[in-house]
């Protein structure tokens, strides 16, 4: 298929994608999920506000497709994730649009950085070393875990069920350093481990990787873990390059999206599969992103939660922001409400806070295309993308392994993009 005809296809199933996510939203979420604030209160003038919005973004996306393909995908992912469910319970719901505004304006930098290169010094290790490098870090953290948890499986957790059962037993059991562990491992070390031991050859290596990732979310019931090994595995497999793997991409999500109340009908009987895929990955984040701006509203926190900076602001509140936002919106304190980088930068700074996370977003994804990784890691950006989603920028670089994903970047194989 030739550059353009893809550039086409990726416009047609984008814009098939944004249709059905809004036959979704009021087909699905604002029936079944009401009590959370999901309401259909369409609004013409909005809804064509939105529209002009996504065809600007979607010159941006021409611009890409012309100058950077890597930055191209990562560009298509955010308007998946944060552009469409932001505007769709903006203009179908009549929510404030000043979370859509920012995340419009926070995906601007990203496409001024497209034709810049970080000067960066690359490691050259023995493909033998990094071999057992990778081996010695999974084993190194995950006996731990095993050591603490078990082998406790349960089985009903393929189907997606009994996943918070499983998660009340791992958060009553794994804590401190030993959640550290578990993150570093099920986000970045492990999924990264499975692509560089596939490119090596090192297939009895990359099912020992596939396994561990496997038990992690047996033992937790993390669905973005259970996700993040058949995503590792298919965008190695499908697609030859980042334009490629976005068409799969695409392809793929609409498929899934089609087949998701046929699956739920025919065999589990409850709609656990659109709850999941729809409801939390989709358009929940994008609700806590409007309760989070409407909560903080010229009230910024200035970073007073964290434990260095309550030290210079006092926090005024006496229990966690994500379970404070929880109670204030959602009636209840068992939840903790979590916050994506664009709520996060308004919560602590307000619209300036914004700005900055934008920038360092950006500054993250030059990094990541000045190393120019090889397009079979294009999985693990997935994942990233949806983990911007629902943890603050210092969370990511602390909890969810950024910085490690960072340090071995550095030395893992390249491949002109």
Known sequence: MSGYRQLLTTY?????????????????ITPSYIKYGFIWHFNILKYIEVKIFLLLL????????????FIFSIYVLLIIFFFYPASIIYCLSDFSGEPMYS??????????????????????????????????????LLVPIIFKMGFYINFENIFLKD?????????????????????????????????????????TYAILAVICLLYLYFISGNKLTYITCFSMLFFYFFGKNFQEKILWFLSLLIIVLLFLPILDNLFLSTPILQGTFVMRMLFFPALLNHSYFDFFSNNPLFFAESHFFNLFFP???????????????????????????????????????????????AIIFLFFNSVNLDSKYFGYFVTLIFLFLSAPMLSMFITSGLFIVMGLSLFLKTKAV
Request: charged fraction near 15%; aromatic fraction near 20%.
């Open 103 to 140: 995340i419009f304006c926070m995906m601007l930098p990203i496409v001024l950085v497209c034709n810049l290169k970080l000067k960066l010094v690359r490691l050259n290790l023995p493909e033998k070393g990094k071999n057992l490098f990778f081996l010695c870090m999974i084993l190194l």
């Open 315 to 361: 926090y005024p509140y006496t229990m966690k922001v994500g379970f404070l936002i929880s109670q204030t919106y959602f009636g209840t304190v068992d939840m903790f409400a979590n916050n994506g980088i664009v709520s996060d930068g308004y919560m602590n700074l307000g619209y300036f806070g914004v700005a900055i996370n934008s920038i360092i977003l």
């Open 163 to 203: 996943v918070y059962e499983t998660r009340k037993i791992f958060a009553e059991n794994c804590s401190g350093i030993l959640d550290y562990f578990f993150n570093w491992l099920s986000k970045v070390i492990i999924p990264i481990s499975i692509i560089f031991f596939l490119m090596n050859k090192k297939y």
């Open 12 to 28: 047609l199933l984008l814009i098939t994608l944004n249709l059905l996510l809004e036959w979704y939203y009021f087909n699905f």
């Open 58 to 69: 979607f010159v941006g996306l021409w611009y890409l497709f012309r100058n950077n393909r």
